[in-house]
Every structure is written in C-alpha cells, then in structure tokens.
C-alpha cells in the first residue's frame, strides 16, 4: 500500500475513535447530562403525621432514703416489685438514735430559758425607757419656766434616748432568741419522729425500678435506698424535627413502637410540648403519654412515636423524595431547557404515604424531579429517563 493511503487509514481511525470518544464522554462519562426521573406537582386529601424517636421516661419518678445519714439495715423489696403507696420498703439502723433524740430535747429546754431571760430583759428596758423619758418632759418644762439650765435638759434628753435604744436593742435580740427556740422545737419534734424516719414507705402506689443501696451501706442524708416511679406517669420523651413540629397539640392521637416490640404498636397521646427546642439539632421535644399504659414497660427504651395530625383535602402534594435543600433553603429540582434548574418552595405538613403538602412556590401539574442518578447543581445537563413498567 502506498504511504499516502495508509496516512488516509490513520487519519480516518483517528478521527473515528476520537468522535466514539466524545460520544462516550457526553453520553455515558462525566459529561453525560444526569438521568433523572420526573413527576407532577398533583392535588389530593393529606393525612399528615410527625415522626420521631425518644426514650420511655417517668414523670413521677421518687427516690426514697433517709432524712438523716445513716446505715441501711435491711431492704424488703427489689426491682420491678409492685408496691402500695406507705408499705414499708426497707429500715435504717437505728444507731445512736436515743443520744441524738436526748440532746435534741436538751437543746430545746435551754432555749426556752432563753426566751424567758430575753423577754425579761425587755420588760427591765421597757421600765427604764419609760422612766428616762417621764424625766425628759419634766426637765423639759422646768427648762421652760428657767429653773434648770439647758445643760440639765440635754441631760436628761440623752438619758432618755440611750433608754430607748436600749429597749430596741433588747426586742431585736428577744425575737432572734424566739427564732431560734422556734428551730430547735422543730428539731425536737422532728426528733420524735426520728424512729419513724427510719423505717422507708412507699409515697405513691408503683412498682420499683432500682435498689440504689444494699443493706449495710452508709447513706447520707437525702440519698435514695430505692427508686419508685407510678406506672400511670410513664411517657415518651421524644425528638421532631421543628419544620415538622408546627402543627403539633396536647391531645392529639399518637402511636408509639417500643425497640422490644417493633411489630405492636401502642396507641397514645401528645401530653406536654416543650417550649425550648434545641438550637443545634433544630429539634423539638414532645412528651407522649401511652393511652392506656402497657402492663410492663422498661425506663429508657427507645420508641418510635408518629402523631397524626388533622386530615386535609385538595391540597397540593410532592413525592416527599423530590424535596431537598440547596443554598440553606428548601425547594425542589426542576427541568428547564434540559438543565437542573433549583425551584424554592414552602412545605406544609406531611403525610404517611410518603408525599408533603406544598403551601407555595408550585402549582398544580408542575414538573419536578423525583430522583436523579447524581448529584444535581444549578444548570446541570439532565436527562429524562423513563420508568420501567413491570
């Protein structure tokens, strides 16, 4: 073959390859618009809901122990153990008990000696005042008809006053000793009750769900022996999202699914919302209480919790799929002259079949995309594919 036809050969197998490459870099590479799959803004009736996840926690939740440190002598009763509200659940060690019981009456004798030796000072100044002063107008009128001189006035005038603030003195320090005496007899009484504080019940019909201390352990006071929680207080602490969140009530329906029984759901009710959301998770906390409460329920069980909302008709609908966020807002991608064009949009409430309410931004039969092979940026070249029927 001549050189001048081989070079012809190389040039057409160079051109050849170099057009199959493009073709392939536009159609299947980098380069190749994204294939997305796209829908219709429709109308439609909305059951929304809310969905979120939260911890099984107690609302009454008691922690029993002793009002004075002491050491535990026995205790009657463990964890999951139903118990009625004054049964006895476990005693202190009565140790040093009658010392502390005496020194307490002690205490209180010698401040009502007090009482009676400050309230005599009182009466003594009282006495005094109302003599120096009984001397203040007499000197006063002597004065008056030049008698005495203005020194035997001022005298007398400074006698009188440093009287009455002695009796002031003595009030003030007569109601300070009658404050004190009044403490120690709340001590001394609450001493006579001492050998009932020992002995631990129940505040509230409930079931234990914790033995804090073991007999022979040393409690100071206020420390919990055993923890009682009443069974009726139990709800679900839960977490949803706040753009989600606006249209939660108090008494609302709701269902709940315990980690431990994925397949029951447990009917209830939203019972309190939170008023401080979280800032950071952009979350809010809704408690809902179960309607009725389970026979048994364990404190710190995750729960999925769905609240339903009220029903709504003729409202516009997106696949919840098709919405995103670009730019910190939310909207949605739609097709414009082949490339991805970034559409913001407002949302309403959402429903359990997987679509949300559209309150403004579309309207009624608008295209979006529903699901794109990668991820989409403003003006990107997209292609619509189309979905297999089977």
Not at 265 to 281: N, Y
Request: proline residues 5%; without cysteine.
């Amino acid at each position: 073959m001549k050189p001048r036809g081989r070079l012809i050969i190389i040039i057409a197998a160079v051109t050849l390859f170099a057009v199959a490459f493009f073709w392939l870099l536009t159609t299947r590479g980098p380069l190749a618009p994204v294939g997305v799959q796209t829908g219709k803004v429709v109308r439609g009736d909305l059951s929304p809901s809310v969905f979120g996840i939260g911890t099984v926690e107690a609302r009454l939740a008691y922690d029993v122990g002793p009002i004075t440190p002491g050491r535990v002598l026995r205790v009657l009763v463990d964890q999951g153990e139903v118990v009625k509200a004054g049964q006895l659940l476990a005693e202190m060690d009565p140790v040093d008990m009658d010392r502390r019981i005496q020194a307490a009456k002690s205490s209180g004798a010698r401040s009502r000696q007090a009482v009676e030796v400050a309230y005599a000072q009182v009466a003594e100044a009282e006495s005094r005042a109302k003599l120096a002063g009984m001397n203040r107008e007499r000197d006063l009128g002597l004065f008056r008809q030049f008698i005495i001189s203005k020194q035997a006035l001022d005298n007398s005038s400074h006698e009188a006053e440093r009287a009455e603030a002695a009796l002031t003195a003595a009030r003030a320090n007569a109601a300070a000793v009658k404050h004190d005496v009044e403490r120690v007899d709340a001590e001394t009484s609450g001493a006579g009750s001492l050998r009932d504080s020992l002995r631990l019940v129940s505040p509230v019909n409930g079931v234990i769900v914790s033995r804090e201390a073991e007999p022979g352990t040393t409690v100071v006071a206020g420390q919990a022996v055993l923890r009682v929680v009443a069974p009726e207080s139990l709800w679900v602490r839960a977490r949803v999202d706040q753009s989600r969140a606006q249209g939660v009530q108090v008494g609302q329906p709701a269902s709940m699914v315990l980690r431990s029984a994925p397949e029951t759901p447990i009917p209830g009710r939203v019972a309190r919302i939170e008023m401080q959301s979280d800032p950071v998770t952009e979350e809010r906390v809704v408690d809902v209480s179960f309607d009725p409460p389970p026979a048994r329920l364990y404190l710190g069980e995750l729960a999925e919790v769905t609240i339903r909302l009220p029903g709504e008709a003729g409202v516009l609908i997106v696949p919840s799929a098709a919405i995103t966020r670009e730019g910190g807002q939310t909207g949605v991608w739609q097709v414009v002259d082949g490339h991805a064009s970034f559409k913001p949009i407002t949302l309403g409430s959402q429903g359990q079949a997987g679509v949300t309410q559209i309150r403004s931004g579309l309207v009624e039969g608008d295209n979006l995309i529903i699901y794109s092979s990668s991820q989409l940026k403003q003006g990107a070249r997209v292609r619509i594919q189309k979905v297999e029927r089977r």
